[in-house]
């Protein structure tokens, strides 16, 4: 931590300042922008940023609803909720059909 000392005297007081602001500066530098450099990282992207400029194009110029822009978005946002809404009516009138008339009820 840095402390102001030497209040009393004027030029020690300047050149206490100017470090406390030249360490600010560099501080917030240094969270401003990233600490690597994509040059010396290991590890490639996972994707080509021209694949993602081309998918970007894609999902942006597509005049569908959000949810059914994908290749597969209606299979996960269709299909398989009425599946699932259609088993779910299925069991509910066939319950009500055996108990309207008595049928599979334990002894």
């Given at each position: 931590m840095l402390y102001?000392?030497?209040l009393r005297d004027p030029e020690?007081?300047?050149d206490q300042k100017a470090v406390v602001l030249r360490f600010l500066t560099l501080k917030s530098q240094s969270l401003a922008r990233p600490s690597?450099?994509?040059e010396m990282s290991?590890?490639?992207p996972f994707r080509p940023r021209e694949k993602l400029v081309e998918k970007q194009r894609y999902y942006q110029n597509v005049q569908k609803y959000t949810h059914l822009k994908g290749p597969l978005d209606k299979l996960t946002s269709v299909a398989i909720p009425l599946a699932l809404a259609s088993s779910c009516i299925f069991m509910?009138?066939?319950g009500i059909y055996n108990m309207s008339h008595g049928i599979g009820k334990k002894e």
């Open positions: 102001l000392h030497n020690a007081r300047e690597f450099h994509p290991s590890e490639g509910i009138g066939r």
